[in-house]
């Protein structure tokens, strides 16, 4: 499993496994990971951990 971090808008400690699809305007608070092949709904608000291969569109 390969695991990245990146930088620059979000947090660096948000963690993201690979790949992953992140709508925009996402908000993501520090400390969060989404998982493998996980995806984020645009305008989404993630303040708990993303399972694996998960689909969110509301806020968490």
Same mark, same amino acid.
């Given at each position: 499993?390969? &695991?990245?971090?990146f930088?620059?808008s979000? =947090?660096? &400690?948000v963690?993201?496994? $690979? =790949?992953? &699809?992140?709508? =925009? @305007?996402? $908000?993501? #608070? =520090? +400390?969060? $990971?989404?998982?493998? @092949?996980?995806?984020? +709904? +645009? +305008?989404?608000? #993630? $303040?708990?951990?993303?399972p694996?291969k998960?689909i969110?569109?509301? @806020?968490?």
């Open positions: 499993m390969r &695991q990245e971090s930088q620059g979000l =947090p660096d &400690q963690h993201f496994m $690979t =790949p992953v &699809q992140i709508g =925009p @305007n996402v $908000t993501i #608070v =520090p +400390g969060v $990971t989404i998982g493998e @092949n996980a995806v984020i +709904g +645009g +305008g989404a608000i #993630v $303040t708990k951990d993303i694996d998960v969110r569109m509301i @806020n968490e």
